[in-house]
């Protein structure tokens, strides 16, 4: 028998999506077949992951570009390789990541042997941004199922082509039983939030985190939460200028400042200000000429009300170097703010752009207590060339991760954890800590009956 022609007008009905119930049903059947957890299961879905994230590249770029005006460069290292960056050092460390590990057992326990293992949790729920819109949905999918879970993706909205992406190439590298994507923006999210799942890993801003925690509470579902905030540097005086400069701009206008671990603003220690600011534009010149708008790798505003929110903070001080815009492109030019007051609009809230201000302090305790008076950051930069400024700021500051000489590059250490603490977030990720995040931690304690 031959099937019916299809009907045009049938054809351009749009499918209805399956409702959010209907999907984590399905990812929960899969996970209880047991499919997930085999080591096998778990290598065939990081390799297809890999030949995606090989072989779909240009698409993959083609979206990012759409999406913010990532430039191919900056858009394959920070979204592609460093997601390969990650599934590889997975892949390499996987068997000895889910290996028991024997724990030693009381005399009285005798001849008793205990070990540790790590499970599966079951069904994880990802819920990624827009800023990073692949890197940051699809790190933590290879965590997940590197440790044998079934997982829902649920991309940015706000960076459409990204998401539809996603969407559309993730069924066709990865086990479609277990693996799933549902796109959308706050209903379909809320509606998903209101199914049970057995860990929530979510990225994005803290006002939205909360939503997300208490939904979470009432299935008493365990969340991760990747948040920002406002991430400080500190400039010592003695600290190369010049370098300083040049790597805290790398950092600042990767992603046009669009970035959680972007440096927010500078503490200039002792006088250090002006010449830091004109290295700073020094800086900017070397990565983006005289033009950055003319650049082919100096990225966009992802909307206009961001645009907005930005294009507001320009006059927060004295412009030392940038602060042209251009609305219709969503385009700020790379700024540097000097004189500016801690009081100023630009020091209440996470920038999130490419703007960074230069606040002046008389020394290390000014710089330390204006930190520490505030909410703990996501992390805490510092140039300096001394150790007891270095060991001071260990001792008496709190922030996510702490980096000396560079800015935002501790991402792409997989063997460093990945996260906040306080406002700027809890739980973290990357390499064996995901392992540790997308697991429990299961005691076995065996004793002989003989
Ligand atoms: P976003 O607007 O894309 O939101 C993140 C996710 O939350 C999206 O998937 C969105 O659909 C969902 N969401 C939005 N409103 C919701 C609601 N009411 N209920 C349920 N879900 C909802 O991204 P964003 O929050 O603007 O991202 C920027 C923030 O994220 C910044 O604060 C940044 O520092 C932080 N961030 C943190 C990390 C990290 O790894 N720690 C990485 C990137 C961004």
Redesign the pocket.
């Known amino acids: 028998t031959h099937p019916a022609p299809a009907d045009p007008a049938a054809a351009a009905e749009p499918v209805a999506a399956p409702a959010p119930a209907a999907v984590v049903a399905g990812l929960r059947a899969a996970f209880a077949t047991g499919r997930t957890r085999p080591l096998a299961w778990r290598r065939e879905q990081l390799a297809g992951l890999r030949t995606l994230l090989t072989e779909r590249s240009e698409e993959l770029l083609a979206a990012l570009d759409a999406d913010l005006g990532k430039g191919p460069a900056e858009a394959h290292r920070t979204e592609i390789a460093f997601t390969l960056n990650e599934l590889d050092h997975t892949v390499r460390h996987l068997d000895e990541w889910v290996r028991p590990k024997p724990a030693a057992v009381p005399d009285a326990f005798r001849p008793a042997t205990a070990r540790v293992v790590r499970e599966p949790l079951g069904v994880v729920l990802v819920?990624?941004?827009?800023?990073?819109p692949l890197q940051?949905a699809l790190a933590p999918v290879v965590g997940a199922l590197a440790a044998g879970n079934a997982v829902l993706v649920?991309?940015?909205?706000?960076?459409p082509a990204t998401s539809a992406a996603i969407a559309r190439l993730l069924p066709q590298y990865l086990d479609p039983q277990a693996v799933a994507v549902v796109e959308?923006?706050?209903p379909e999210?809320?509606a998903l939030?209101e199914q049970r799942f057995d860990h929530i890993f979510?990225?994005?801003?803290?006002a939205?985190g909360r939503?997300?925690m208490a939904a979470a509470a009432r299935h008493l579902t365990p969340v991760t939460l990747?948040?920002?905030?406002k991430s400080p540097v500190v400039v010592d005086p003695g600290a190369d200028l010049k370098v300083t400069a040049q790597r805290l701009a790398a950092g600042k206008f990767l992603n046009a400042g669009q970035?959680?671990?972007a440096p927010d603003y500078v503490l200039a220690v002792g006088g250090t200000g002006p010449e830091l600011v004109a290295e700073l534009a020094e800086a900017v010149r070397g990565l983006y000429g005289e033009d950055p708008a003319a650049h082919p790798e100096y990225g966009r505003i992802v909307n206009d009300r961001h645009f907005d929110r930005l294009a507001a903070l320009l006059g927060d001080g004295r412009v030392a170097t940038g602060g042209r815009h251009d609305r219709a492109a969503r385009y700020i030019e790379p700024t540097v703010l000097a004189d500016v007051r801690p009081d100023a609009p630009v020091m209440r809230e996470?920038i999130?752009g490419p703007v960074l201000p230069v606040l002046e302090v008389p020394d290390l305790d000014a710089a330390i207590s204006f930190i520490t008076d505030r909410e703990k950051p996501?992390a805490l930069y510092a140039f300096t060339a001394s150790e007891t400024t270095k060991e001071r700021l260990a001792a008496e500051t709190s922030s996510g991760a702490l980096v000396f000489g560079l800015s935002v590059s501790h991402l792409a250490v997989p063997e460093l954890p990945?996260?906040?603490v306080g406002e700027?977030?809890m739980g973290n990720y990357h390499g064996e800590y995901s392992m540790t995040t997308f697991s429990h931690t299961k005691a076995v304690l065996d004793k002989p009956l003989g």
């Open positions: 819920i990624a941004p827009w800023n990073y940051l649920k991309p940015s909205e706000l960076a959308g923006a706050v999210t809320t939030l979510y990225t994005g801003n803290g939205v939503i997300v990747e948040l920002g905030g970035t959680c671990v996470e999130f996501l990945f996260g906040g700027s977030g």
